[in-house]
């Protein structure tokens, strides 16, 4: 299957290579539809689902097939999809796999990305195995290990003074000469996130509430077209309440919520412990607020002393992760919205990445 990129806003057919039209983001207007049958039973990762991706296996770190595990703190019990468990320590690794070989069947050679860490790490790997060249934009306070994780693989690591926003901004004036693999744009990477959901549903069944954090809403975004893929497959005959969680450093969604907005509003980020997070403007910011009305969900905010706490109570059930990992079980935790059935949680990021 070659796929179809086409505009959400106009529906203009794009090349394989876009990532966005005139500002509106690109969907993959023929991906395939979920089919039990198709799945590989040889496979335990990701690519147990490849007759449903838009790309086929070139190469592979073995992203996905990430357990999930039971969790109780207090009166509080939910699932933990241990996505910190890929490769390099991320949720970024599906998305990325799923892309990068997009990009090797175009005979992609060089590409660029922005990013705070995660998404740098995970796409500096995987092209790493696949013999393409990287740059990495990532701003210049971004943790230091990080930024070393980055350049293990070998990556062009390009450290830009000032905003999140800065470093956004370089790249995109790379993508002159460069590929410009956006974990935030690309519908390669959202399809990538949708085996998240399938794996959830195949460890127990459609959950009651998924509760996720969100930046640009990558995961949120693949989690929720995963469970509307089951639904349409006539797998699940409802949708889980979804749930997202911000820091209060950076809560675009948390306020678009409040004030019923279509459109996630541009905020100013303060200095959070949530890095992950940290994102002005939300690319899939109008489909989550969506995602939330359709579902009877919500959206929820937290400050950083209780992202704080929760991350640490996290290990000491044994669950390293960093502090972004926490966002969505300090709302669970804070009480804010009554949460009952079966909940899942995915942890995002490894803590191991932080310690020194």
């Known amino acids: 299957m070659r796929p179809e990129l086409v505009c959400e806003d106009c529906g203009a057919v794009r090349g394989a290579l876009d990532w966005r039209c005139e500002g509106a983001r690109l969907r993959i207007a023929n991906l395939p539809r979920y089919d039990p049958a198709a799945c590989d039973s040889q496979e335990s990762g990701l690519w147990r689902y490849a007759a449903m991706l838009p790309a086929s296996r070139r190469v592979s770190l073995g992203a996905?097939?990430?357990?999930?595990?039971?969790?109780?703190?207090?009166?509080?019990?939910?699932?933990?999809?241990?996505?910190?468990?890929?490769?390099?320590?991320?949720?970024?690794?599906?998305?990325?796999?799923?892309?990068v070989n997009h990009f090797i069947a175009n005979g992609v050679d060089e590409v660029v990305e922005d990013s705070s860490g995660n998404a740098g790490a995970s796409l500096a790997a995987c092209v790493a195995a696949a013999g393409i060249r990287a740059r990495i934009f990532a701003p210049a306070d971004a943790p230091a290990a990080k930024l070393a994780h980055i350049r293990a693989y070998g990556a062009d690591l390009v450290t830009v003074p000032g905003p999140r926003q800065a470093a956004a901004d370089a790249c995109l004036a790379a993508t002159a000469t460069a590929v410009y693999a956006s974990h935030a744009w690309s519908p390669f990477f959202v399809a990538g996130q949708m085996t998240c959901a399938w794996e959830i549903f195949e460890q127990g069944g459609a959950p009651d509430v998924v509760l996720c954090c969100a930046g640009h809403g990558g995961l949120f975004t693949g989690l929720a077209r995963g469970f509307a893929a089951l639904k349409d497959a006539a797998l699940i005959d409802r949708l889980p309440r979804m749930v997202v969680a911000q820091a209060a450093a950076c809560d675009p969604l948390v306020r678009a919520w409040e004030s019923d907005l279509d459109e996630a509003p541009a905020v100013s980020p303060t200095a959070g412990v949530a890095d992950g997070i940290s994102v002005a403007r939300p690319v899939h910011g109008a489909e989550i607020l969506r995602a939330l009305r359709e579902t009877d969900g919500a959206a929820l905010r937290v400050s950083d002393g209780e992202i704080l706490a929760a991350q640490k109570r996290l290990w000491r059930k044994g669950l390293l992760v960093e502090p972004t990992s926490a966002v969505p079980v300090a709302a669970l935790l804070s009480g804010q919205l009554p949460l009952e059935g079966r909940i899942v949680i995915p942890l995002t990021g490894s803590g191991l990445k932080l310690l020194t």
């Open 64 to 99: 996905g097939g990430t357990p999930l595990v039971p969790v109780r703190l207090d009166a509080h019990a939910f699932q933990a999809k241990l996505e910190y468990c890929n490769p390099t320590g991320s949720f970024k690794d599906r998305g990325t796999e799923v892309m």
